[in-house]
């Protein structure tokens, strides 16, 4: 349990009517999974953050802070290895006794396989269900590079990176679905460690799905008017949003967030935006903004940001909402 606990009454003054003499002491890994678990803990205490705000998140080097957080950790929550695979090392060495839970791995969770190639298809969203839901360990990450055998790229030299983070896409917090599963495991794992604040974990939960539904409304608003439109993205991050909101994307300039595009790749998604009219390329804030000029040479469509982590906005249990709400307003704003 937390190391180190305030007097139970200062306690009571801060939390107000209920008085909580310890909690769980809570690691998170990225900004929106502390997000979902500051909405859950509203109240009763608050996680850390370990993958510091605006950082690229499947490479990392831990602060001292940060690993000392792991160390004190009771439990931990992560999307997993497929994003941030450096982590696993590090939960084994730093949180031997914690409880960790791997979002990725939990019940109910959608996830899709990496796509293909510079150019999306719109069949590329239609994955079929047995794979997005049967297996929620990594067992089978095994067959990432199988599996994606037969297909052939110019830019086949970054593929190993791109798939050695294992089979599926970890982009999975973008879907408001993967959200509201979590919200529900976030809280039975800290019930399990906290009982006595399971009413309130439980009810926090039930409250964020409740806003979730609202969300969702407002960003379908926002977004009809610019669907059927043709847009890119800088990395192929997007597809769980895509899926959401029905919004695909036509391609993505980079295969990863850690390698830069081919001259081939560019080539074809130059090709792309000339072909199919695409009005919109979007680029992310930790990306060289030279390769997307390279890629809006001789085009006329416009430009706008998309960040999936949030690393401008204030960490806490807003971040999450925030995160999709800023999503959909800058592909509206630039569709």
């Known amino acids: 349990m937390s190391r180190n606990l305030l007097p139970i009454t200062l306690t009571a ?13 809570v690691a998170t890994d990225i900004a929106p999974v502390h997000s979902l678990v500051s909405r859950v803990m509203q109240g009763i205490g608050t996680p850390e953050l370990i993958v510091a705000a605006g950082a690229t998140p499947h490479e990392y080097s831990l602060r001292p802070s940060e690993a000392a957080a792991l160390q004190d950790a009771d439990i931990i929550f992560w999307i997993g290895p497929d994003l941030t695979p450096w982590m696993a090392d590090a939960i084994q060495t730093l949180a031997e006794g914690a409880e ?29 269900d047995d794979d997005e839901h049967a297996h929620d360990d990594h067992d089978d990450d095994d067959h990432g590079h199988d599996e994606h055998a037969h297909e052939k790229h110019d830019d086949d030299d970054h593929g190993h990176d791109e798939h050695a ?24 794992q800290l019930s399990s460690v906290d009982p006595d604040n399971a009413s309130a974990y ?18 379908n608003d926002i977004l009809a008017p610019v669907r059927g439109r043709n847009f890119i993205v800088f990395h192929d991050a997007y597809q769980y949003f895509e899926m959401s ?34 009005t919109c390329v979007l680029s992310e804030p930790q990306f ?6 390279a890629v809006m040479d001789g085009s ?7 960040d999936p982590l949030g690393s401008d906005l204030e960490t806490g249990s807003e971040l999450y909402g925030n995160v999709l709400r800023n999503l959909a307003g800058a592909l509206a704003d630039c569709l």
């Open 13 to 25: 003054t801060l939390l107000g009517t209920t008085a909580w003499a310890d909690f769980p002491s």
């Open 100 to 128: 960790v839970t791997s979002l990725m791995t939990v019940d109910g969770t959608t996830k899709l396989p990496f796509r293909e190639g510079a150019l999306f298809e719109a069949h590329d969203h239609d994955a079929d």
């Open 165 to 188: 983070h294992g089979a599926y896409d970890p982009h999975s917090w973008l879907s408001l679905d993967n959200g509201a599963v979590w919200l529900n495991a976030i809280a039975a």
């Open 202 to 219: 439980f009810t926090n939960a039930a409250a964020a799905r409740e806003e979730f539904d609202t969300l969702r409304t407002e960003i």
């Open 245 to 278: 909101f029905n919004l695909p994307a036509s391609g993505a300039i980079s295969v990863s967030d850690a390698t830069d595009p081919s001259p081939a790749r560019i080539a074809d998604i130059q090709a792309r935006v000339k072909d199919q009219d695409v």
């Open 288 to 293: 060289d903004p030279k390769i997307v000029a």
């Open 300 to 306: 006329e469509a416009r430009t706008g940001v998309l």
